[in-house]
């Protein structure tokens, strides 16, 4: 008499080769790829593979597939000739599945960003990390994107390898900057303008800060112009360059000067060196009741309305949700934010966005750095871009074609003359590099005037390429032999039919 | 004050050419001799076309048809040209969202106004100012609907745009500042235009000029003559022409032949003609006569599409139609070699008559333009073999849809009629052929599908990565394998394997249609656009009510008992 187990194993096994199973698998899988491709389209790709391509139930479903039909085959035992379409046909798709696999788990998949001259071996992948340094101590841990709807329900999270602690998470950040007045005695604080931009050449009327105590936020360019904020006694570092062959400057120039007592002043300089100069009135812009606006006397009929004025500003940024949505044809990809504080001291927060790095003290006092960042990998060797070549459709800036001239450089060759006499690759939109198991394709680049230098390569590491491709292969094979059987056989019965 | 600015620059900018200042309507020049102006060569839109081509595109742009009142599109641009101010008074810009006539208080009836009409408008140019002041120019809103810079959707503030660029091109039309018309000394330069050869005159310019004045003055001799001259000129400065003229030739042929319009007209004909030709020999042969007539003019415009294109015509919602159309031939054909059924080859020209119809009907959602293809789908191999063969595949499972239709249909007979040998045989017959199909659809689909990871592998370094386009391809595939794993195991039987096909194709649709033009997200949005929603919306519900009206029937006079089958 057989046991209940075996009892229970040979229902199991029923339920695995049989057919309803494959049919329902197969509806439920329409199903949940339907619903994943209008999650997409509602939020984002992330979204979509966070909640179906890359959870782990999908894998579930997927594997119930793959058994389904292992089982199937196997119950075909012993195999006949009639049987090799059908053998042909699922084993293509478990071919297909299990290198499916082995690509999820041990492939590489990652994006390289070299400018022309320069080198690169660190390859971005799409995974996220934190990253902190204590002393001469860096350590690594995986924080995975995660969905607004998710983010709701998180709980701050304590990271002792890393010193650190996620107070709060934001899926798609905007950055928000705030300027207050501070006490001039404080080392960090400087001066800090907001104005807007009357005419501008790209039309609409942007509005923005101009603050001395940080580089990124002291200067802005705005088409042919740049603002920037100064103190009386700092020296003017970035003189505009005029080009070769030209006498006219690469950039129109506005300074605001802002002198020790606390007043500002201005100094225009045009692309063909005329200058302007004059003084802002505080008094007014106090009052707030006339805009107080500033003539720099160039060709374009630029003005600039001077908002407010601090002479003695700190800067403050944090992250919130974004609200409004960019609607760029779905290609938009959320950047998550977090705000992280230092073990044992709640109070010490800073905002880190994606791809930001930061000071601070850990416990001990000693100075520590904590990053967020893409997840990096190192090639064991570099690549160095000659050259970024781009065509473009007749009589349009579009382009038309876009290729890459890369050297592959190892550790040790680094002088000129080893340079020159590596072999240059020649990468196209059809023609990937491959070198040591990676392979290069051209990707897209960083648009920029005149012509884009930097280019983007894609880079792919894939075990499970040959299975995917002879699974391929016999899934065709096996499905137009189905076919033909189909149509044989009916013959066959026709004739005996007609007999 | 701002109201004003946006509408004297275009008023002023129509005074250029105009001598005569009468207000009568432009009518065409009778016997004026027009090839040599239709072939003289234009630089546009990214590639090199024959000034016919320059014309049907920018009145296509204008009017949201190719060709319009009546006039040769390329005589019409010269008549523009010449008499601004009287085409100023006609009625050719387009507005095609009612509610944008709303909101600008003008008549929602009416879908063509004058340009001076919409000059006259104040809240027209109050948008025309804003739209302008946000830096919208001629070539951010494209010519299918979506802002290129946006992205947004809203379809009164894109059709907005749209109408301000209508104004915007009508002025750059009449002043000759769009025909691109001296070429530069390589072939990616841009070519100067009519407008720039009124500062810098240069051979072509004044060719140009000499033939605007003889149309003016009526002269059709003259206008031949002239016309030949700026031909020649043009043609002389391009470098390497030789290689390109017989495209320009072979363009402007594919533009006054319209094999597709054609092919639609045979398609129908034949449709019709096949179904009373059970019995009557003539009749037969009239209808074997169009349906090879259709087929050859339709493969003729493909292949002179291709020849133009230098590609297959495979990047767009248009080209597809077409092809897949194509396919329903090509597949039923196939069958009618084994089958002589006329219902068979009857359902197929009706269906590839729909589809070209469909297609060249809504120039305005399916844009007939033909472009230069972006980076990613350039001189690939692979993407050609993918995207034909799973399109094909698409025509094979609009082939099994219309025969499965065709198959309820005698369901429904069959409950009104009680059920008759003659009908169950039939419905037999047409789920051969469906299944016949459906198989052949399957089996391109897979391999499709399987090129496409080849392809994206190739091109992009993964096999397989989620992306829309893909996953609906796969959700068609997994929607058919049900169907055919249910007829395997006998649960799909010969009332529900038809109506699951006509079901499953709206999987097809999907993958087709609306990821590009409903999701509108993923690595394909090369292909994306807008439009045609009421259209594809309205045929699936048509659909499903046509399938839920016969399983009604099907099931009272199954649950009766009265008629049950043995």
Known sequence: ?499 | MLESRFARVILLALGLFSGLQAVSAPEPVKGLPKNDLRLIPVQSGGRLKPFDEFARENILALTGSRSHSGFDPSEMLLSMMVRPSEWANEKIIRISVPEVNRQLLLDPDRKYFSLNELLANHAFLQYSEGIRANGSALEQVTDTGVNAVTGQKDPRAEELKRVVDRVMRFQALVTGSLWAVTPGSDREQPWKTVAEGMTEPSEQSQAVFALLKSYLENNPEEFGVFAAQARVSVESKIPEFDGVKNLLLAEVLYNRLRPFLQSMIFYLLAGVLWLFAEKKRLLRLLAKFFTVTAVLLHVLGFALRCYVAGRPPVTNMYESIIWVSLGVMFFALLLFWKNRQNMLISTATILSGLALFAADSAPMVMDPTIRPLVPVLRSNYWLTIHVLTITLSYGAFMLAMGISNLSLFGFFQESRRGPSSEITKRIALLNQLSYRSLMFGTVLLAAGTILGGVWADYSWGRFWGWDPKEVWALIALLSYMAVLHGRYAGWVGAFAFPLWTVICFSTVVMAWYGVNFVLGVGLHSYGFSTGGQAFVFGFLLLQTLYCGFIAYHHRRRNSSGLHRRA
């Not at chain 1, 509806?27 to 966070?50: C, F, G, N």
């Not at chain 1, 020296?235 to 070769?244: F, G, T």
């Open chain 1, 1 to 499: 008499m057989p046991n209940r187990s075996a009892l229970l194993l040979e229902k199991l096994w029923n339920v695995l080769i049989s057919l309803k199973l494959a049919v329902i698998v197969i509806l439920s899988l329409a199903i949940t790829l339907s619903v994943a491709t209008v999650i997409e389209s509602m939020h984002d790709t992330k979204t979509a593979q966070y909640f179906v391509y890359r959870a782990a139930w999908f894998y579930g479903l997927l594997s119930v597939l793959g058994l389904n039909i292992l089982a199937v085959a196997l119950s075909r035992l012993p195999w006949k000739r009639r049987h090799i379409p059908f053998l042909l046909a699922h084993a293509g798709i478990l071919m297909i599945l299990a290198g499916s696999w082995l690509t999820y788990v041990n492939g590489v998949d990652g994006s390289l960003l070299i400018s022309e001259g320069e080198m690169n071996s660190a390859v971005e992948l799409d995974e996220l990390v934190l990253v902190s340094k204590r002393g001469e101590e860096v350590r690594t841990v995986p924080f995975p994107w995660m969905p607004a709807s998710v983010a709701k329900s998180f709980k701050p999270r304590e990271f002792p390898e890393l010193g650190i602690r996620i107070e709060r998470y934001v899926a798609d950040a905007e950055r928000v900057t705030r300027y207050f007045p501070a006490d001039g005695s404080n080392p960090e604080a400087a001066p800090a303008v907001q104005v807007r931009v009357l005419g501008a050449p790209m039309g609409g009327a942007p509005e923005f800060w101009l603050f001395g105590g940080d580089p990124g936020s002291a200067s802005q360019k705005l088409g042919p112009a740049r603002f920037l904020i100064r103190k009386e006694e700092q020296k003017d570092l970035e003189a505009p360059s005029v080009a070769q062959g030209s006498d006219e400057a690469s950039e129109a120039r506005l300074d605001f000067i802002v002198s020790k007592s606390g007043a500002l002043r201005f100094q225009a300089v045009s692309v063909r060196g005329e200058k302007k100069s004059g003084s802002v009135d505080l008094k007014t812009l106090q009052a707030r009741e006339e805009p107080v606006i500033v003539d720099p006397g160039w060709k374009m009929p630029i003005r600039l309305q001077v908002k407010s004025f601090l002479p003695s500003a700190l800067m403050e940024t944090r992250y919130v949700e974004r609200k409004v949505k960019p609607v760029g044809m779905g290609t938009a990809q959320p950047e998550p934010a977090i705000e992280i504080s230092m073990a044992g001291n709640p109070a010490s927060r800073l905002w880190l966005g994606l791809g930001d790095r930061a000071n601070f003290q850990d416990q001990n006092g000693n100075p520590a750095t904590a990053g967020y960042f893409p997840k990096r990998l190192l090639l064991p060797y570099g690549l160095r871009l000659e050259r970024f070549e781009m065509t473009t459709n007749p009589g349009t800036n579009d382009p038309a074609t876009y290729s890459s001239r890369v050297q592959v450089v190892d550790q040790f060759q680094k002088t000129e003359a080893d340079l020159r006499s590596l072999p240059v690759h020649h990468i196209t939109m059809n023609e990937p590099l491959e070198w040591k198991g990676y392979t290069f394709y051209q990707s897209s680049y960083v648009p920029e005037i005149p012509r884009p230098t930097t280019t983007i390569l894609s880079v792919n590491y894939d075990p499970g390429r040959g299975l995917k491709y002879w699974g391929s292969v016999l899934l065709i094979l096996g499905s137009v032999a189905l076919y033909l059987a189909k149509t044989v056989k009916k013959k066959k019965t026709k004739e005996l039919q007609n007999a």
